[in-house]
């Protein structure tokens, strides 16, 4: 997290491909979430 800018450079391309995969596993994760809530509260209402 603390690196300089210099270091930066080398790293950007993997850095987004990761920041990409992490997002789209959050999207994923935060989408299942709201099904299973939708789908207990119609269950157990």
Do not use: C
């Amino acid at each position: 997290m603390g690196k300089s800018n210099k270091n930066r450079v080398t790293h950007t391309q993997r850095e987004e491909e990761q920041g990409k995969k992490v997002l789209r596993v959050m999207t994923v994760i935060a989408i299942l979430l709201i099904v299973i809530m939708l789908v207990a509260y119609t269950v157990w209402a």
